[in-house]
């Protein structure tokens, strides 16, 4: 996996890059969600396996996400989604081994029942509908298949009375997300990101929503924060991400 090059992407806080010292809190951040998805789907663990069938990263932006799951799995049978052409581009050029693809992820032009699992993770909370996105993963995904779907913890992500991310058009708790995907699938099971950095996401956040400066004692901490500084457990009200893995 390549993450330290330079890429005409920029940083506008709709997608997280890799290789920006600023933003190594987020992208380790969501490197943690990812192999953890990765190990979910790994042979003998869930449906989706690489005897499953094909395995589907919607909304895959950079495009470090599918070259993880393809690193652990097998690039056969992983293919990364996105609906920025720039960014598809983009992976395609800096991730050779999965294929990437150019579509929207309300409308994916595939089969119904043609993938084993969907990974779709810091997307649904950007879809205009998410209801209509879940149902389209749902209809993507065959008999016995899996999804895992994550996104920010409102309760945690957008502080009381503040606005949130402007590229956010709904945000979830854990309840709310659970009631969603229950609609679609058969069972939901809730898991939670946390930080070993008591306080670091907190004082991102609120730099992030008044548009000043992190604190230095923050500054120095993003600098060092890896995957392994996240576990992932019991979703809580306090958990800075939600993880659901879904079953048909």
Known sequence: ??????????????????????????????????????????????????????????????????????????????????????????????????????????????????????VSLQVIEHMPDPAAYVAECRRLIRPGGVAVIGTPNRLTFTPPGRPTNPFHIVEFSADELAGLLAEWFASVRLEGVHDSHPGLADALVDAALTATEPPAWAREQVARVTPADFTIRDADPACLDLIATCRT
């Open 1 to 118: 996996m390549s993450s330290g090059r330079e890429h005409p992407l920029v940083l506008t806080g709709e997608r997280t890059l890799p290789g920006i010292p600023a933003e190594n809190y987020w992208f380790a951040r969501h490197v943690a969600a990812y192999e953890h998805a990765a190990a979910l789907l790994a042979p003998g663990r869930e449906p989706g396996t690489r005897d499953a069938g094909p395995i589907l990263d919607s909304g895959s932006g950079e495009g470090y996400g599918t070259a993880i799951l393809a690193n652990r799995l097998s690039p056969a049978f992983v293919t990364g989604l996105d609906s920025f052409p720039d960014a598809v581009t983009h992976a395609g050029m800096c991730y050779p081994e999965p294929a990437f693809v150019c579509a929207d992820g309300a409308a994916v032009p595939l089969r119904e029942a043609s993938c084993a699992a969907v």
